[in-house]
């Protein structure tokens, strides 16, 4: 069974930084791609980023030039770098994992997803 466990989350001050991972188990890493989600309180879950087996990321307009998603093949592992973070990046982050090559930016396509951890900037 596929298992996805995010951690990293944290309180920071707006400005700061954070790095979560998603460590994934029960299939085979490289033919999957995946995803990063958030959902702030009262509001829908939205795409923040994405790589694809071929290491291709995609990442959502509000976070391009401060978010940075990778992946570690051999650890089975994705991780997002959130650098220059504000208060209106709080939100429970999300790791998922789709079984397909192809990348996807909507929610629903994702077949396994991880329980968030929380995120919490400050101003």
């Known amino acids: 069974q596929v298992q996805l466990v995010e951690s990293g989350g944290g309180l920071v001050q707006a400005g700061g930084s954070l790095r979560l991972s998603c460590a994934a188990s029960?299939?085979?890493?490289?033919?999957?791609?995946m995803g990063w989600f958030r959902q702030a309180p009262g509001k829908d879950r939205e795409f923040v980023a994405a790589?694809?087996?071929?290491?291709?990321?995609n990442y959502a307009d509000s976070v391009k030039g401060r978010f940075t998603i990778s992946r570690d093949t051999a650890k089975n592992t994705v991780y997002l770098q959130m650098n220059s973070l504000k208060p209106e990046d709080t939100a429970v982050y999300y790791c998922?994992?789709?079984?397909?090559?192809?990348?996807?930016?909507?929610?629903?396509?994702?077949?396994?997803w991880g329980q968030g951890t929380q995120v919490t900037v400050s101003s």
């Open positions: 998922a994992l789709r079984n397909s090559i192809a990348p996807s930016t909507y929610w629903p396509s994702y077949d396994y």
């Open positions: 029960g299939r085979t890493f490289s033919t999957a791609a």
């Open positions: 790589v694809t087996s071929g290491s291709r990321t």
